[in-house]
């Protein structure tokens, strides 16, 4: 979670006034949030610029956000030690890390970016934000399948909240989740006696994977 600072406390740790003139400063309209005077102690955000009597007491930060198609047979982590790890394929300069997770059989859409607030707001279940999977299996898909996957079915001892499921062919199905249970797709395809054979997530929230292909990225705001 990204920790806030309130403006008075800002101004007191790197001026190194007391709480008092902090306040003064304030109230005078002397400091400046993103080049507005601002006349309250406010909470400071990470993005935030802070200038004093022309002072920059906090530079605001820039964040990032990438939409990257993470391959098959790659492992979602930054652990330089894990073979096929994520870090050694991704080619940007700043320190990003990604949005949720995909096992190493499976493809598709990573949201990779350097803001906490995104990550906290993506896998916080109450936030219920939607994932959208496309997915091949071994045998032709029948209506039985689409209804018992759409109503839930048992996992790991627990049942798997209802959700959208679409056939799309014979063999794929397209399927919309808002848990983040592990392998949660495979494992309800095993108990319905289907094989995964492959699945690629192609959507988290309003992010499309559109046309990326394997390793190829673009940035969003």
Known sequence: MTFRKRLQYLLVKRLQISNKNALTLILEG???????PVFENVVINPEDSVVSEGQ???AGKQFVYVAYYKPRGIETTLNLEIDNNLKALLPFDEDLFPVGRLDKESEGLLILTNDGRLFDKTLRSEHQTEKEYLVTVDKKIEDDFIQKMSEGIIILGKKTLPCRVEKVSDFTFKIILI????RQIRRMCYK?????????????GE????DLAPNEYRYFK
């Open 30 to 36: 002397k400091v400046f949030v993103n080049d507005i």
């Open 56 to 58: 920059i007491l906090k």
């Open 179 to 182: 848990q983040g249970i592990n």
């Open 192 to 204: 319905l006696d289907y094989e995964v054979l492959q699945l690629i997530r192609v959507r988290i």
């Open 207 to 210: 992010v499309e994977l559109e």
